[in-house]
């Protein structure tokens, strides 16, 4: 390629190739695809994380608490929010917002990179991709999102399995019919 066509190359050029190549090359298929979901998720995650407190921060200074003035989203019973974000100083504000950004972009890449890798794996093993498949891999994720969390009990490691089977399952199902 020469470097003409380098500087001539637009950004949705560009973007074409990256989805043609793959972000890696580690070797295997299988480590490719791990790693792709799981950097491309990370990005997903962290652009939530900061997206859902940039909102909170919109709300708190506009006044528009809502009436018990919680401004927290409860998933699973857990308020999620950046805790430390109101820090004394503008630094330590900083240091939380990206601490907690980056462990929410860890858990997407995680769930990701699993489920990405196990269907592939499972698919290769079978010779078929099917929603048994998807349902072993969405069970399986399930179940590490919730190791992940704070304080994991039996219960909520099982409810975490179930929902991302039926989750996985369902969307493996519904791909033929849209």
């Known amino acids: 390629m020469s470097s003409d066509n380098l500087e001539t190359r637009s ?17 295997h298929p299988l480590l490719n695809r791990i790693a792709a979901s799981f950097v491309k998720a990370a990005g997903i995650g962290a652009i939530q994380a900061v997206s859902r407190e940039g909102y909170f921060t919109a709300i708190e200074g506009s006044g528009l608490e ?11 019973g857990k308020k999620q929010r950046f805790p430390d974000l109101k ?28 489920y990405s890798g196990l269907t592939y794996g499972l698919k ?13 891999a969405g069970a399986v994720t399930g ?34 019919i849209f």
Request: net charge negative; charged share 20%.
């Open 143 to 176: 179940m590490a999102i919730a190791l992940t969390s704070d304080d994991p009990s039996h219960e909520q490691i099982v409810q975490c399995a179930i929902t991302g089977a039926a989750i996985s399952t369902t969307a493996n199902l519904l791909t033929g």
């Open 66 to 76: 809502s009436p018990g003035g919680v401004t927290e989203v409860t998933i699973g």
């Open 87 to 114: 820090g004394e100083s503008n630094r330590k504000s900083l240091e939380a917002l990206v601490k907690s950004t980056g462990k929410e972009s860890l858990q997407w890449g995680l769930a990701a990179g699993i």
């Open 11 to 27: 950004l949705l050029d560009e973007l074409r190739d990256f989805e043609k190549g793959g972000l890696f090359d580690l070797g």
């Open 124 to 136: 290769e093993a079978r010779g078929a991709h099917d929603w048994k498949n998807s349902a072993v």
